[in-house]
């Protein structure tokens, strides 16, 4: 089957005789064993729970992976992977990533014995001039959060298991409806499923895909040990977004593109962000490895205040941390999502103050142009209020 078709056509519901077409939701802390002395398939939601054995299953066949696991956010995953790393080794980041994982890995992971690099993942030379022999995990967004930065996977796959590393790569932004990390070497793919997995600013979910069996044994392990496995509710509302995965998708692309030309002509925007919109190099990777470029738009103003007083004008993009919902949204992520950096890190990598993101959704496009060209235009016209005010006032100075 089609990508599309594998979203809706579906074992929803393994062994149950009446076959409902939705998964029922299993809402239960544990389950009655026929014996005292062996357990049935299940016994304790923590450790498996029918609602969530669907969508894990859905999910690795999305990834084209072996297992998949369901947890309760997409920090949780990433701290689960985390956990493949002991103390004394070492963990290579690019440098392009959510802030919640600059967070996890430096004031978390650090502290706790466990090193931790960056490089710049669309350099090649620069992290094979920085990953080590004690690097145990290669870890990279692509499309970069938040400057859509792209990195070359099947490469620096290569790189990574030169040195016996994993590479875990972030697919939140891209979904496996655009992209399939494992299909170019990498042996982990994480995804934040609160954002275009789910699509509808519902549920809070992390999901981890792997093919190795060793991998899914841990990884199973950890979810199980330390408890963050995702409830049977938010299991039945991912599993319910995920259907509409594609015509979603689609649809905010297509709007993406129309607001990136929006923003290319506009002449108070200073540079724009799109996957695959950089350099020739950046392009042909971007292409050999996805199959989009999404709904995620970056630009530059050149001004702080600008930027601020653009997102806190619109109407239609609502301010948010996050991104992926069928809602469009806006944001600053230098005093948002990215807070969280370390400034040293923050000031080598020249992060843009004034960048602002937009997460673009379903809406009509005429009006999510409309929106952002009345914000633009609002602050023109303050602009130009003040700019007479001071004339005026050097007038009435003059005449004095």
Not at 195 to 214: I, P, R, Y
Not at 255 to 272: C, E, G, S
Request: with cysteine; aromatic share 8%.
């Amino acid at each position: 089957m089609n990508f599309d078709t594998k979203l809706v056509r579906f074992d929803q519901c393994p062994d149950d005789p009446y076959r409902p077409v939705a998964t029922p939701i299993y809402q239960t802390a544990t389950f009655e064993q026929e014996f005292a002395t062996e357990f049935g398939d299940y016994d304790y939601s923590r450790s498996g729970n029918p609602t969530r054995t669907v969508l894990e299953k859905q999910l690795a066949l999305l990834e084209n992976a072996g297992r998949a696991f369901c947890f309760s956010s997409g920090m949780a995953a990433m701290a689960a992977i985390s956990r493949l790393v002991k103390p004394g080794e070492e963990i290579l980041a690019g440098t392009d990533l959510y802030g919640g994982a600059y967070r996890l890995f430096s004031r978390i992971l650090q502290p706790r014995g466990i090193g931790v690099r960056y490089a710049a993942g669309t350099s090649l030379d620069e992290l094979r001039e920085t990953i080590t022999p004690q690097t145990r995990l290669l870890h990279i967004e692509t499309p970069g959060n938040p400057l859509l930065s792209i990195t070359d996977i099947a490469a620096v796959a290569e790189l990574a298991h030169s040195y016996g590393a994993l590479l875990s790569v972030d697919n939140s932004m891209m979904s496996p409806y655009l992209q399939a990390p494992l299909d170019h070497g990498a042996d982990i793919v994480v995804h934040s499923a609160t954002k275009f997995l789910c699509g509808h600013s519902d549920v809070t979910a992390g999901v981890v895909a792997v093919n190795s069996t060793k991998l899914a044994q841990d990884l199973y392990l950890i979810q199980n040990g330390e408890g963050a496995a995702l409830g049977p509710f938010d299991c039945f509302l991912l599993l319910r977004g995920l259907k509409t995965l594609g015509l979603r998708m689609q649809r905010q692309q297509e709007n993406a593109l129309r607001i990136l030309d929006f923003l290319q002509r506009h002449p108070q925007v200073k540079r724009v962000f799109y996957p695959g919109w950089g350099s020739a190099q950046e392009q042909s990777i971007h292409e050999k490895q996805a199959r989009g470029g999404g709904a995620l738009v970056a630009f530059e103003t050149g001004d702080v205040e600008l930027s601020r007083h653009v997102a806190e004008q619109t109407k239609i993009f609502a301010i948010t941390v996050s991104f992926g919902s069928v809602n469009s949204s806006i944001s600053l992520p230098y005093f948002m999502s990215h807070s969280s950096i370390p400034p040293e890190l923050r000031e080598k990598s020249c992060f843009p103050h004034d960048l602002v993101r937009l997460s673009v959704g379903i809406e009509d496009e005429k009006d999510l142009i409309a929106d952002l060209e009345q914000a633009f235009n609002s602050h023109h016209a303050i602009t130009e209020v003040r700019s007479c005010t001071e004339e005026e006032k050097l007038a009435m100075n003059q005449r004095e």
